[in-house]
């Protein structure tokens, strides 16, 4: 997996209630700004937590107020590392990218972009990993700078994350 050296860690345990997922969002936001990401991947970066946060507490806790989601941030050899856990078994089917032309002219309802979104928007995504805590969703965005405040920048997916799926090079959609 990663090197766990030069890791930095947050951690954030969220009531399993719709609009929570706000704070998880903003909290990676300062997290990926720290580090020196630029903008439009920290925009990348919150639209997949928030997506995560709230499949995390739609289909993973099934809505259950007395559940909770724990957000962990790590910056980890020049990536951020998301990991976002609920109290469920896992994903039983991943299902397929949506047909979008379909979606924008309302042919199918709008749900159902979470899973699309996070594959799409991060670097790498790792589903269905089961912990005697729950279900873990993983998502790591790199960034080249290596220093706080330091500047921004994107580079190339890689890795060796188990089950995972890459975002293209040069930021164009698409599974390496």
């Known amino acids: 997996m990663f090197d766990e050296t030069n890791t930095r860690r947050v951690e954030m345990v969220l009531?399993?209630?719709?609009?929570?997922?706000?704070?998880?969002?903003?909290?990676?936001?300062?997290?990926?700004?720290?580090?020196?990401?630029?903008?439009e991947r920290v925009e990348d970066l919150k639209t997949a937590v928030a997506e995560a946060c709230l499949n995390a507490m739609e289909h993973g806790n099934r809505g259950r107020p007395e559940a909770q989601v724990v957000v962990t941030l790590d910056?980890?050899?020049?990536?951020?590392?998301?990991?976002?856990?609920?109290?469920?078994?896992?994903?039983p089917e991943i299902p397929p990218d949506p047909d979008i032309e379909r979606k924008i002219q309302e042919l199918e309802p709008a749900r159902g972009l979470g899973l699309f979104l996070i594959r799409h928007l991060m670097d790498q995504v790792e589903l269905n990993e089961i912990t005697e805590q729950g279900h873990v969703v993983r998502m790591v965005i790199r960034a080249e700078n290596q220093q706080p405040g330091s500047?921004?920048?994107?580079?190339?997916?890689g890795g060796?994350?188990?089950?995972?799926?890459?975002?293209?090079?040069?930021?164009r959609l698409g599974n390496g």
């Open 15 to 39: 009531p399993n209630r719709i609009g929570y997922e706000r704070i998880a969002m903003e909290c990676s936001a300062s997290f990926a700004r720290f580090w020196g990401t630029g903008s």
């Open 75 to 91: 910056r980890v050899n020049g990536a951020i590392v998301v990991q976002v856990k609920d109290e469920g078994t896992g994903i």
């Open 151 to 157: 500047g921004s920048g994107r580079v190339p997916a």
């Open 160 to 171: 060796t994350l188990q089950r995972k799926e890459q975002r293209g090079n040069g930021g």
